[in-house]
T-cell receptor
């Protein structure tokens, strides 16, 4: 079936460094790609999203890029802080297969002080 | 505006029993989706309800069912519980159905099956 791959599964960075998480999707008709942050014991929270008619979107230290041709999108976090430590999930809305969201397996980001 | 709420927050059941979980969406949101989250399988889509109708369904057995009421509140039922049903069940609400609509998650119901 349709799936979303996400890499890396774990990522450790020093405080102040940048972190990049990459996702690939298989449904070429996917048109909406949100990113969620889930802290331990808490609910997933949307941190940024991008639609298929946009190549890049930025919100302060967080940015997302989308390459429709290659069918991949990436999350970029600059000037990381310890409070950025969490599990990050990417997702793609499948327009052709059941009209639902498929999530990547998650990336555990640890920001070391 | 109040966020998405789920009840109960924790449940312990035994194999063979059934369980009903409840989700109250953000006021004005008409779409409610349910997800199962486990360490091994991640977040998996169960089904979506919009205007009291099931719009989409994931790849789960028929033991998993749901419904939505006229006030958009949704319930999810799991019958004949199995050990593998132990998971965090999350619901998410959005204004409308379909892509491009931001989903807001509830805190989840942690179900443990013994």
């Amino acid at each position: 079936g349709e799936n979303v791959e996400q890499h890396p599964s774990t990522l450790s960075v020093q405080e102040g460094d940048s972190a990049v998480i990459k996702c690939t999707y298989s449904d070429s008709a996917s048109n909406y790609f949100p990113w969620y942050k889930q802290e331990l014991g808490k609910r997933p929270q949307l941190i940024i999203d991008i639609r298929s008619n946009v190549g890049e979107k930025k919100d302060q230290r967080i940015a997302v890029t989308l390459n429709k041709t290659a069918k991949h999108f990436s999350l970029h976090i600059t000037e990381t802080q310890p409070e950025d430590s969490a599990v990050y999930f990417c997702a793609a809305f499948l327009a052709n297969y059941g009209q639902n969201f498929v999530f990547g397996p998650g990336t555990r980001l640890s920001v070391l002080p | 505006k109040a966020g998405v709420t789920q009840t109960p927050r924790y449940l312990i059941k035994t194999r063979g029993q059934q369980v009903t979980l409840s989700c109250s969406p953000i006021s004005g949101h008409r779409s409610v989706s349910w997800y199962q989250q486990t360490p091994g399988q991640g977040l998996q889509f169960l089904f979506e309800y919009f205007s009291e109708t099931q719009r989409n369904k994931g790849n789960f057995p028929g033991r998993f069912s749901g419904r939505q009421f006229s006030n958009s509140r949704s319930e999810m039922n799991v019958s004949t519980l199995e050990l593998g049903d132990s998971a965090l069940y999350l619901c998410a609400s959005s204004l409308q159905s379909g892509g491009g609509n931001e989903q807001f998650f509830g805190p989840g119901t942690r179900l443990t099956v013994l």
